[in-house]
């Protein structure tokens, strides 16, 4: 059981690019999730994936946030046209089917937007 | 948007001493859950409470939670160096899909 695992782990971009982040989950996890966190707050959910099928997104995943989960297994996040607010850290969690209470975070991918 | 608010905002102890951390939260909830994040990294799960439960030990931790106020504490015991961290609470969603955190106690362990 290696973790979950996350790439980059730091991005900095200037305003107005497109950054893509990936997630890998603990193997046979088919429960994936997507928080963002900002400095000095607790992470704030974006959406989850069951397998591949994107269940449940939050009103904060406006329509330049997309995630993918094409084969049931990683997941990548994409910001496209980004702005100064989406610097943040970006948090992915995985759980097993058997018991979706916990979730095992990764380390996070931490975005600048400059 | 945030479930609860943690309190207190900061904690600073010495080596040794008790912290004890409260969490309050708005909705009905399933459990609650106690998570550490050390400086700019991931979150570890560390306990879970469930709404049938009243207390919950783990090694030196121990979690109360009370329902009907909407109340959770966390009591780490004897505490080190290396308990330095953000404490975060967390209750599940509506429908358990997701986690809603506070926004978290940060402790200092001076040793």
């Known amino acids: 059981d290696t973790g979950v695992s996350q790439d980059p782990r730091h991005k900095i971009t200037k305003r107005g690019q497109n950054v893509t982040f990936r997630c890998d989950p603990i193997?046979?996890?088919?429960?994936l999730y997507w928080y963002r966190q900002t400095l000095g707050q607790g992470p704030e959910f974006l959406t989850y994936f069951q397998n591949e099928a994107q269940l449940e997104k939050s009103r904060l995943l406006s329509d330049r946030f997309s995630a993918e989960r094409p084969k049931g297994s990683f997941s990548t996040l994409e910001i496209q046209r980004t702005e100064q607010g989406d610097s943040a850290m970006y948090l992915c969690a995985s759980s097993p089917e058997r018991n979706t209470d916990t979730q095992y975070f990764g380390p996070g991918t931490r975005l600048t937007v400059l | 948007s945030q479930q609860g608010e943690e309190d207190p905002q900061a904690l600073s102890i010495q080596e040794g001493e008790n912290a004890t951390m409260n969490c309050s939260y708005k909705?009905?909830?399933?459990?609650l859950q106690w998570y550490r994040q050390n400086s700019g990294r991931g979150l570890v799960h560390l306990i879970l409470?469930?709404?049938?439960?009243r207390e919950k030990h783990s090694g030196r931790l121990r979690v109360t939670l009370d329902t009907s106020k909407k109340s959770s504490s966390l009591l780490i015991t004897a505490s080190r160096a290396a308990d330095t961290a953000s404490y975060f609470c967390a209750t599940d969603g509506e429908y358990g899909n997701k986690l809603v955190f506070g926004a978290g106690t940060i402790l200092r362990v001076k040793s």
């Open positions: 909705t009905s909830i399933n459990n």
């Open positions: 193997s046979e996890h088919n429960r």
């Open positions: 409470i469930r709404s049938n439960e």
